[in-house]
């Protein structure tokens, strides 16, 4: 297994580190994991929470990016996280050809508040789309040939329902936080960043949830399954054993499952 940092943007948490199995004999490697971490959007919690994770694809034979982006506390939050987290992305096209990438099957594996990130990140053609323009112009991004779209999400306890979580006062604001204030006062941000705004999408979203789960509650994938599914999207709902933290241990039965549906979505 191999390890190569890459930066996207000056800032020092615009990076990612790419995790590289073997080459196979003869060919590329079947598409990439884009793995998002989570932590309720705040710098305090980093791109080391996705290292285990990342290791343990490659080690199963899937290339695996693993992505750190400004976060509210270090310059990020809004519009900055949102432009992050699509440039991180976009980064892999300027990878590919050094590193034998397939980016035909780019799917995102993104646990918590990257859970987030990954679906909002699974509708960024439908963003010019939505009504929004004026928060639309605030998120820059390419929206060209150098963008690299997903085909995929397995989304790990996800924070899928921005309305409701701000409601709930999940982690005491994090939504407020993350959008430089309440809905009330910005109600096009929490449009425009709620992965529920974007439904129905045009690629399969997994939605995984521990079902003992007390940090982000089982609703939060429950209503953007519902909704998804009854749009027509192809979307399922998966309830594993174990706690928050147990979909991101390589050693849980949660995370395990978690990596055979990557590994579906890769083909």
Not at 126 to 145: C, E, K, M, N, Y
Not at 229 to 250: C, E, F, S, W
Request: proline share 5%.
């Amino acid at each position: 297994m191999k390890r190569h940092r890459y930066h996207y943007g000056e800032a020092p948490s615009q990076f990612g580190e790419l995790y590289l199995p073997e080459l196979p004999d003869g060919g590329a490697r079947r598409g990439v994991v884009v793995v998002i971490h989570g932590g309720y959007w705040r710098s305090q919690y980093g791109a080391e929470l996705g290292e285990p994770l990342a290791k343990d694809l490659a080690a199963h034979g899937m290339a695996a990016w693993n992505l750190e982006y400004r976060r509210a506390g270090n310059g990020g939050g809004w519009p900055n996280t949102f432009a992050d987290v699509l440039a991180g992305i976009d980064k892999l096209a300027d990878l590919a050809e050094d590193h034998s990438l397939d980016l035909d099957r780019v799917v995102a594996l993104g646990h918590s508040a990257g859970g987030h990130l990954a679906v909002w990140a699974a509708g960024r053609d439908r963003l010019a789309q939505l009504g929004l323009p004026d928060a639309d112009r605030q998120v820059l991004r390419d929206s060209g040939t150098g963008a690299v779209r997903l085909a995929g999400v397995v989304s790990q306890s996800g924070l899928l329902n921005l309305a409701e979580a701000e409601k709930l006062d999940l982690s005491n604001g994090a939504v407020s936080n993350l959008l430089g204030g309440s809905s009330s006062k910005y109600p096009l941000r929490l449009r425009y960043a709620d992965p529920m705004t974007a439904i129905p999408l045009d690629v399969p979203v997994h939605v995984v949830h521990g079902a003992a789960d007390t940090t982000v509650p089982l609703s939060q994938s429950e209503s953007y399954a519902s909704a998804a599914g009854a749009a027509g999207m192809t979307v399922r709902l998966t309830k594993v054993p174990g706690d928050h933290y147990d979909l991101i241990d390589p050693k849980a039965t949660a995370y395990r499952e978690c990596r055979e549906l990557v590994r579906q979505l890769l083909g």
